[in-house]
C-alpha cells in the first residue's frame, strides 16, 4: 500500500478564506437590518443588486483571465465588497450607478491587479470614491432617517425610484432627500452657525444623527464579534478610533462651538463600519503589528482633517485609500524584531 | 535543593516566547497502556547515516556474525556517531534501502538477519563512580555509545556536550517538553523510567561543570512531572529544578524552551552554548545513563505508534533498525482509517510512502493518521495579508514576505527577511486561511539558498584557484622576463659599442652635412632663397638616425620594463 507524500504541518486547519468572508458578512447582517430600518427598501435593494453584479463581474473576468471559476467566487470576497459598497451608498442612488461603482470595484480595482490578495486599495472605498467624485449630487443624496422621514417609500415606490427615477406623485427628489448629518454639520459650521445652535434642529440624537447613531451602534456589535473571533485583531479599529477621537476632542475643547464634540465623529458616517469592516480588509491593509497601529491612527486623523477641513463631508473611503498606498512601506518599517536578534540573550 | 510539584505554587519564574499555537494534544489515546517491549524482528536495516554529520563507515563485513551491542560501523570525522548491532545475528548485506528520510531516496544501511538468541557482546565496564572521572573519559564513552540527540533532530550528542574550552556551561537544560500533539514517547519514558533520565542529568552535569539544571516539562503530563520530581528526589540531584511549563507549541523547540525556562534569547545563527547553556532531550539523557552506567550503547528506543490509523496505540520500546511493519503488525495492524503515514509529529513530521523503512536513533513517533486527524489542506488560494501566519510564528518572521520571495525566487530578500531562524515548526502554513504549504516554501528556499551557497562557494574556489594560477603564470613571466632583461642587458652592453661607433660616423655625416648645407645656404642666399629646417636630409640619412634611435631604445635600460606584480602569496 503506497500513502501520499505531503508536506508538514497535518493537521487540521482551523481557518479558511471562505470562512473569514463568511464571519464578516454575518458580522455585516445587524448593521444591514438597522440601516434598511431606518432608511427604506433602498438598502437591500442596492445589496442585491451589488451582490449581483460583484459575482458576475467577477465570473466574467475569471473567464477571461482563463482561471477557475469555482474557487475564486467560493471564498466570498466578492459578496464582501459588494455589501460593503452598497452600505456605503445612499438608498435611492440609481441602479446604474451601484452596477458602475461595484463592477469597476471588482473588475478594475481587484481583477486587473491579479485578483484577492494582489490589489492594493480597497475594492469597494475605491468603488465609492470614483462614484463620489463623478457624480457627486445623486452620491450625497441621502434620506433622512425613519423617524423624521414624513414620506416613506414602499418597495414598491423604491424599486421604481432606483430602476426608474420615478417618484410618486406629489413628490420630488428635493422633498424626499436629505445630506448626512455630517454632511450638515459642515455646512452650517461653514455659515458659521453655533454648534449649540445646530444641534437643535430635530436631526440630532445623543452622539450623531437620529438614526444614524443606532446604525453605528449595531456595527460596532458586529465590529466586537470580529475582534473576539479573531478576524481581526484590535489595533486597527482602535488606533483609527482612538485617534480620531483625541483629535477631535482636542479641537473640541480648544473651541466647543466650531467643532463637534469627538462621539459625533465616533457615530457619524462611516466611521464604525469604516474601522472594524473597511480598514481591516486584511489585503490592503498593513500587516505588522506596529504598522496596524500607524495605519489605524493615520486613517483617523486623516478623516478628521477631511472632515474638518476639506472637500468631503465624508472621508472614511479617501482616508483608506491613502493609507492603502503606505502600507507596504509601513510594513517594511515595521518588521518585528526577530527572536535572537537585538538587544535580549546576552546579560 | 529545590523541587517544584505542580501542587505547589511556581517559584520558577516563567517566560514567554511569540506566536506560537494551543492545539489539541491527542496524547491520551498512546498513554493508556505500559511501555512494551517489541518483538525481535527477523531482519534489522541498519541506516550507517542516522544522525546529522558524516555518515558511519561499517567495519563488518556480509556473512560476518555479531553480537548485540557490538559496534559494526564507526563515526567519521568530529560530527558523527558509530551504529552498533542491537541484536545478535548475521550481517547479511550493506547496501542501499529506503531509510526514514524527507527525500525519500534510498541510503547505505547494514542488514542483520537475527539468530534469536540476541547474545550480548562484551560491554565496556560500567562507570559507577563517574562524579570522580574525568569529563573526557564520559564524553568518549557517549560518543562511543552512538548517543544522538533523540527527541528527533539527531545531533551527536557529544558534540553538544562539548562546545569548545571558551564557553563555560552554567546551565543544562532538560527538555521533557514533548510540545507536539499524538507524540508521547518522552512521557512514558518519565513516568515510567524516570531514574534513568535523572541519573543521564547527573552525568550530563558532571560532563559540563553545569551549576544548575532546569527540566521543562509541558503541564499536560502531570504524571510524568510527579514521577521525574519523586525520582529526583530519591537519586538526590543537587541544582536541579522540574519545571512545569505551559502546554504551548512550540514550547520544545530548543530556543523556545530556553527562553521560557531562562527569559533568555539565543542570539540568532548561534547554539545555546553561546549564552553557557546546552539543551538535551530526556531521552538523550536515558541513553547517557545506559551508556556510562551500563556500558550498553543506543540500541533501542521508545517509539509511540498512533493515530485512528493503527488498531492499538501505544508506546513500544523498539530496537533501532527495526521495520516499521512489524511494529505496526504488533499494534494490531491499520484500522482502514489509515490515511496518511507520517514520522514525527503531525506539525513537523514527514510523510512515508509506505512503512518498508526502519526505525532510526530519531525515530520517536509514528502517526497513522486517519482522514480527520491529517485532513487534506485544500488547494492553495493567494495570501490576502491577513498576518495570521505572523502572529503564530514563535520566532516573529513575517511568512507572508518570505512566501512572497520564495515565490519569486528572490533568495536574498528572503534572507532579509530571516529565512534562516525560521525553525519549520508549521505553526503559520496551520493557521492560513488561504491554506498555503508556506513551510514547504521556506524547506525550498533554505535548500536552494544552500545550493545557491554551495554553487558560490564552488565559484569562489575556482575564482580563487584561477587567481593563483594567473599571479603563477605573472611571476613565471615576470622571471622570465628578468632573465630576458638580464640578457638583453649583457646583449646591449655590446651593442652599446656599436652604437657608439654608430653615433660616431653619424656625428662625422652630419658636421658634413652642416657643413655641406651651410656651403649651400651660403650660395642660397646669394640666390635669395631661404632654406627649410630638416627637408633636405638624404634617405640615407633619415635612415641612420632612424636607426640610432632604434638601438639607443632598448639600451635605455629598466624603466622600460612593466613593474612586477607583488607577490600576493601572503594575503
Ligand atoms: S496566514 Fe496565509 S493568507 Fe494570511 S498573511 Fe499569512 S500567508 Fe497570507
Ligand atoms: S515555520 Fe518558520 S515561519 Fe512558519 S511559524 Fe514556524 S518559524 Fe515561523
Redesign the pocket.
Given at each position: 500500500m503506497r500513502f501520499p507524500l505531503i508536506s508538514s504541518p497535518h493537521s487540521e486547519r482551523p481557518?479558511s478564506?471562505t470562512q473569514t468572508m463568511l464571519w464578516v458578512i454575518l458580522t455585516l447582517v445587524p448593521g444591514s437590518l438597522a440601516m434598511t430600518w431606518y432608511f427604506g427598501w433602498g438598502i437591500p435593494i442596492h445589496i442585491a443588486l451589488a451582490t449581483l453584479t460583484a459575482i458576475a463581474s467577477e465570473g466574467v473576468v475569471l473567464k477571461l483571465r482563463g482561471r477557475r471559476m469555482a474557487p475564486a467566487l467560493n471564498d466570498l470576497s466578492a459578496v464582501v465588497t459588494a455589501l460593503l459598497f452598497a452600505l456605503a451608498i445612499p438608498p435611492l442612488l440609481p441602479w446604474w450607478l451601484t452596477v458602475l461603482g461595484t463592477a469597476f470595484a471588482i473588475i478594475v480595482v481587484k481583477q486587473l491587479y491579479g485578483g484577492i490578495?494582489y490589489n492594493p486599495f480597497n475594492p469597494a472605498m475605491a468603488g465609492y470614491v470614483l462614484l463620489l467624485v463623478s457624480y457627486p449630487v445623486e452620491m450625497t443624496a441621502w434620506l433622512p432617517p425613519e423617524m423624521l422621514n414624513h414620506n416613506p417609500l414602499d418597495l414598491e415606490q423604491t424599486l421604481a425610484a432606483i430602476f426608474g427615477s420615478t417618484l410618486p406623485a406629489g413628490l420630488s427628489w428635493d422633498a424626499i432627500t436629505m445630506a448626512t448629518p455630517l454632511d450638515q454639520m459642515r455646512t452650517q459650521l461653514d455659515l458659521n452657525i453655533m454648534i449649540s445652535e445646530i444641534r437643535q434642529s430635530p436631526l440630532w440624537g445623543d452622539f450623531g444623527g437620529q438614526g444614524w447613531e443606532w446604525v453605528g451602534n449595531w456595527f460596532l456589535l458586529g465590529g466586537l464579534v470580529l475582534l473576539f473571533k479573531r478576524i481581526i485583531s484590535w489595533h486597527i479599529p482602535l488606533s483609527m478610533l482612538g485617534a480620531l477621537l483625541v483629535f477631535s476632542m482636542l479641537f473640541h475643547f480648544l473651541d466647543q462651538e466650531a467643532y463637534p464634540f469627538g462621539l459625533f465623529h465616533i457615530f457619524s458616517g462611516g466611521t464604525l463600519l469604516g474601522a472594524f469592516f473597511i480598514a481591516t480588509d486584511?489585503v490592503t491593509a498593513c500587516?505588522t503589528k506596529k504598522g496596524q497601529l500607524l495605519f489605524g491612527a493615520s486613517i483617523g486623523i486623516i478623516t478628521y482633517v477631511i472632515r474638518t477641513w476639506g472637500g468631503y463631508p465624508d472621508a472614511v473611503a479617501f482616508a483608506v485609500l491613502l493609507m492603502n498606498m503606505a502600507a507596504p512601506t509601513i510594513d517594511y518599517y515595521t518588521q518585528p524584531r526577530v527572536f535572537g536578534h537585538g538587544e535580549r540573550g546576552n546579560d | 535543593m529545590m523541587y517544584h510539584p505542580p501542587s505547589n505554587k511556581p517559584v520558577h519564574r516563567l517566560f514567554k516566547f511569540p506566536g506560537g499555537l494551543h492545539l489539541p494534544d491527542n496524547k491520551a489515546q498512546s498513554t493508556g497502556t505500559p511501555i512494551r517491549k517489541a518483538r525481535l524482528p527477523a531482519q534489522l536495516i541498519l541506516p550507517l547515516q542516522q544522525h546529522i554529520g558524516s555518515a558511519a563507515q561499517p567495519i563488518v563485513s556480509p556473512g560476518e556474525r555479531v553480537l548485540k551491542g557490538q559496534p559494526i560501523a564507526l563515526g567519521q570525522g568530529r560530527i558523527s556517531a558509530p551504529v552498533h548491532a542491537p541484536t545478535s545475528g548475521t550481517v547479511t548485506a550493506i547496501d542501499a534501502y529506503p531509510v526514514p528520510h524527507p527525500s525519500g531516496l534510498p541510503a547505505a544501511c547494514i542488514v542483520i538477519e537475527a539468530d534469536g538468541e540476541d547474545q550480548w557482546a562484551e560491554l565496556p565496564p560500567p562507570i559507577n563512580d563517574f562524579e570522580k572521572r574525568e569529563p573526557e573519559l564520559l564524553l568518549q564513552r557517549v560518543q562511543g555509545a552512538g548517543v544522538v540527540g533523540m527527541g528527533g533532530a539527531a545531533f551527536p550528542t557529544r558534540v553538544k556536550l562539548d562546545p569548545g574550552p571558551r564557553r563555560r556551561i552554567r546551565t543544562l537544560v532538560i527538555n521533557g517538553a514533548e510540545c507536539e500533539p499524538f507524540i508521547t514517547c518522552d512521557d512514558m519514558l518519565m513516568r515510567e523510567q524516570p531514574e534513568r533520565v535523572v541519573d543521564g542529568v547527573a552525568i550530563l552535569m558532571r560532563i559540563l561543570g553545569a551549576e544548575e539544571c532546569l527540566i521543562g516539562i509541558e503541564d499536560n503530563k502531570p504524571e510524568a512531572i510527579a514521577a521525574m520530581t519523586r525520582a529526583a528526589e530519591t537519586r538526590k540531584l543537587a541544582a536541579t529544578t522540574i519545571i512545569a511549563i505551559p502546554t504551548h507549541y512550540p514550547s520544545g523547540g530548543e530556543k523556545q524552551l530556553i527562553r521560557v525556562l531562562t527569559g533568555h534569547d539565543v542570539p540568532s545563527g548561534d547554539i545555546p552554548a553561546s549564552i553557557g547553556m546546552v539543551c538535551q532531550n530526556v531521552a538523550t539523557a536515558a541513553a547517557v545513563a545506559d551508556a556510562v552506567l551500563r556500558g550498553i550503547p543506543l540500541i533501542s528506543r521508545i517509539v509511540t505508534l498512533t493515530g485512528e490509523g493503527v488498531a492499538l496505540p501505544c508506546n513500544l520500546e523498539v530496537l533501532i533498525g527495526t521495520p516499521l511493519k512489524d511494529l505496526v503488525e504488533q499494534v494490531g495492524g491499520y484500522t482502514g482509517k489509515a490515511a496518511r503515514l507520517i514520522l514525527g509529529g503531525p506539525m513537523m513530521g514527514f510523510t512515508l510512502a509506505s512503512d518498508q523503512i526502519p526505525l532510526t536513533k530519531a525515530s520517536n513517533c509514528f502517526l497513522a493518521a486517519s482522514s480527520k486527524e491529517a485532513p487534506d489542506p485544500g488547494i492553495a488560494?493567494?495570501?490576502?495579508?491577513?498576518?495570521?501566519?505572523?502572529d503564530?510564528c514563535p520566532v516573529s518572521l513575517l511568512?507572508?514576505q518570505m512566501?512572497w520571495y520564495a515565490r519569486a525566487h528572490d533568495l536574498e530578500k528572503t534572507q532579509e527577511y530571516h529565512l534562516f531562524d525560521c525553525i519549520e515548526c508549521g505553526c503559520?502554513?496551520h493557521?492560513?486561511?488561504?491554506?498555503?504549504p508556506?513551510v514547504q516554501y521556506f524547506r525550498f528556499a533554505k535548500s536552494e539558498s544552500w545550493d545557491q551557497e554551495r554553487e558560490r562557494k564552488k565559484a569562489e574556489l575556482a575564482r580563487l584557484r584561477h587567481q593563483a594560477r594567473a599571479e603563477r603564470l605573472a611571476r613565471l613571466e615576470a622571471e622570465k622576463q628578468e632573465r630576458l632583461r638580464i640578457k638583453k642587458e649583457a646583449l646591449s652592453r655590446k651593442s652599446k659599442a656599436d652604437a657608439g661607433a654608430a653615433r660616431d660616423s653619424k656625428q662625422a655625416a652630419i658636421l658634413a652635412a652642416a657643413k655641406r648645407a651651410a656651403e649651400k645656404k651660403a650660395k642660397l642666399a646669394q640666390q635669395g632663397v631661404v632654406p627649410g629646417n630638416t627637408e633636405h636630409l638624404t634617405p640615407d640619412q633619415r635612415r641612420q638616425i632612424n636607426l640610432a634611435d632604434a638601438r639607443r631604445k632598448p639600451a635605455s635600460g629598466p624603466d622600460d620594463q612593466p613593474p612586477r606584480p607583488h607577490d600576493v602569496q601572503d594575503h
Open positions: 481557518n478564506v490578495g486584511p500587516t | 488560494t493567494p495570501c490576502i495579508r491577513c498576518g495570521k501566519c505572523a503564530a511568512p507572508q512566501y503559520c502554513s493557521v492560513c486561511p488561504a491554506r498555503i508556506l
